[in-house]
């Protein structure tokens, strides 16, 4: 019997005042630049923000702000900006 590849979990991001930092470490592929910048491997998400997220995905749909629940598609080169985040604010991507 072959083994499958088992899908990672969900990341979770947590926005601790000055910057995104990856809660239990960064997986392989995933990078976050900046105090908004996040870069996830190419791929489709489910992604969840909490309620006073504002969450872009650039350059794709530059100037759309992502629902609370949505799923979306990273192609390469693609990441969520977050421009103005408050201490607290949380995201969550599970890639599908």
Do not use: C, H
């Amino acid at each position: 019997m072959a083994l499958k590849k088992i899908r990672q979990g969900p990341v979770v991001f947590f926005y601790n005042g000055e910057k995104w930092e990856i809660m239990g470490g960064t997986p392989d592929g995933w990078k976050t630049w900046g105090i908004g910048r996040i870069y996830p491997p190419p791929g489709t998400y489910w992604l969840e923000l909490t309620e006073t997220s504002t969450v872009e995905l650039r350059p794709s749909e530059m100037g759309v702000k992502i629902a609370q629940q949505k799923v979306v598609t990273i192609k390469e080169g693609d990441y969520l900006l977050s421009m103005y985040a408050k201490k607290g604010d949380a995201l969550m991507l599970t890639q599908l």
